[in-house]
């Protein structure tokens, strides 16, 4: 206990111990009795002056004021002494090193009870201008007809798809083979339908339709998109506890992502063929009407060139029949168009890597455990002896 912590007693059993004087010698020239000299020593009796001033006067060198020399302070006129700081780290070294080596062995091993992860990527590539290059004679004919150009654009977020709710539920819906050789879902996997135990004696059933919603959200946490702007390469990573399951989710994304933007793309084009169809065969209609009545108009009146008002109506009907077959015409090359369209109806992504079972997992990480838990040993321990001091 440091000495200015001490009571008066306690200095003066101090000063007795540390001079080897006999507790009957002190109290004779205290004028007190030993038994007295006990109870001042163990607090049991306050000292009056009178035993204070013969105390003093028989031992002169005793000091009823000790106290300990000042500690240097670490930190003066908010300016850190760096010396001081390190000299009272180094003192309490032992204390350190060993905080520190508890921190990072129990930081080390709690990672032993936490879930492995294995990490499986599949990487696509934009596969738009290739798409686009069988097609550029058949868009010079259709810019020199004066036909629209095929706009090949689409506008897929491949993040927002990859994690839309349609993949997600064929996902957890599905059927995966783990490395085991063993059958199951992601439900079952993750243990998303085992009641906690705090509801162990509650005897309601699961909610279905919360169970689901809990999976998809879990199922998001484990996929993720990374895209590079500038080269428009997409990876698609998955983290499941199973690396072959892993590896075939992540495919089976890829795959899922390349069979909607294709399928969006042929929906677009018969939609785009059915409606020129259709208005293709209502200006064939059209067309022929239109044929017949100049045909039955040049039957009916032969001298037509000789009567001014005649040639007005002969030249209405043969712009009327020459315009109708200048949109038949259209119509009819942006049917080819859209019929080479959808011959070529190729996915605007291609399958770069497909995802292979990783060897190693990849969390949890023990060296990133044991490295964060020495260094929160090490501020932990220091801060709490600069604390202590």
Do not use: C
């Not at 599905?174 to 996997?189: A, H, M, P, R």
Request: proline residues 3%.
């Amino acid at each position: 206990m440091p000495i200015k912590n001490l009571s008066l007693g306690q200095k003066i059993k101090r000063y007795r111990l540390v001079n080897d004087i006999r507790q009957e010698d002190m109290a004779e020239k205290m004028g007190i009795s030993r038994a007295t000299l006990i109870n001042y020593e163990k607090g049991y009796t306050t000292i009056n002056m009178d035993v204070l001033n013969r105390l003093k006067n028989h031992y002169q060198d005793f000091a009823f004021d000790e106290k300990e020399p000042a500690k240097p302070r670490i930190i003066v006129d908010n300016v850190i002494n760096f010396k001081v700081l390190v000299d009272v780290l180094y003192k309490n070294i032992k204390y350190l090193i060993l905080l520190t080596f508890s921190f990072a062995f129990l930081g080390t091993a709690s990672s032993f009870f936490l879930q492995k992860y294995y990490d499986a990527e599949i990487s696509l590539y934009p596969a738009k201008n290739d798409m686009m290059q069988g097609m550029s004679q058949f868009q010079s004919l259709a810019a020199n007809l004066g036909i629209n150009k095929m706009n090949n654009d689409q506008n897929f977020n491949i993040p927002d798809v990859v994690k839309s709710r349609l993949i997600a539920n064929k996902a957890i819906n599905q059927k995966w083979v783990g490395k085991d050789d063993k059958e199951t879902n992601l439900i079952s996997l993750w243990e998303l339908n085992r009641k906690p135990w705090l509801n162990i004696l509650n005897a309601s059933k699961i909610d279905s339709l919360f169970l689901y919603e809990k999976a998809i959200r879990k199922f998001n946490r484990h996929v993720q998109v990374v895209e590079d702007r500038s080269t428009g390469l997409i990876k698609i990573i998955t983290s499941f506890q199973d690396p072959v399951i892993s590896a075939d989710i992540a495919n089976f994304i890829g795959s899922e992502v390349e069979l909607y933007i294709q399928k969006e793309n042929s929906a677009q084009s018969n939609k785009e063929k059915l409606f020129i169809s259709e208005r293709l065969s209502i200006v064939k209609k059209e067309l022929e009407k239109s044929e017949l009545e100049l045909k039955d108009f040049k039957e009916r009146n032969r001298g037509f060139e000789d009567s001014p008002e005649l040639f007005m109506i002969y030249s209405q009907l043969f712009r009327e029949v020459e315009a109708k077959k200048e949109v038949y015409l259209t119509l009819q090359q942006q049917l080819e168009l859209a019929r080479i369209q959808e011959v070529k109806r190729s996915p605007i992504l291609h399958i770069l890597d497909h995802a292979v079972p990783p060897i190693r997992k990849s969390s949890p990480n023990r060296l990133l455990f044991l490295l964060s838990s020495t260094i929160f040993g090490i501020l932990f321990s220091s801060s709490l002896t600069l604390f202590r001091y």
